[in-house]
Nanobody
Framework: VQLQASGGGLVQAGGSLRLSCTAS????????IGWYRQAPGKQREFVAG???????NYLDSMKDRFAVSRDNAKNTAYLQMNSLKPEDTGVYYC?????????WGQGTLVTVSS
């Protein structure tokens, strides 16, 4: 089972990015998918999640700017990030729970310039 996160890049403050998380070896449709980020010098933190029914969950400070979604036909989850700020800079990871283990994607780097 592997997760592939993609879509990161360099963007100016106020811009947008859409991250993708695609799974291989498992069907995401029954899974809750979490998005996390790790800013330079900081611990990894939860950003957003989406359950198998499509119900979203956000860190409070993100809910007005970020939107999580999923496309089960593509076995992919998305994190739409709008109005990006320099403090959103970091490596973004997706995660699922699989047979009692956390499976993490490799991370995608988001850099927001001021």
């Amino acid at each position: 089972v592997q997760l592939q996160a993609s879509g990161g890049g360099l963007v100016q403050a106020g811009g947008s990015l859409r991250l993708s998380c695609t799974a291989s070896g498992t069907n995401l449709s029954s899974k809750t998918i979490g998005w996390y980020r790790q800013a330079p010098g900081k611990q990894r933190e939860f950003v957003a999640g989406i359950d198998s029914g499509g119900g979203p969950n956000y860190l409070d400070s993100m809910k007005d700017r970020f939107a999580v979604s999923r496309d089960n036909a593509k076995n992919t989850a998305y994190l739409q990030m709008n109005s990006l700020k320099p403090e959103d800079t970091g490596v973004y990871y997706c995660k699922i729970r699989y047979w009692g283990r956390d499976i993490w994607g490799q991370g995608t780097l988001v850099t927001v310039s001021s």
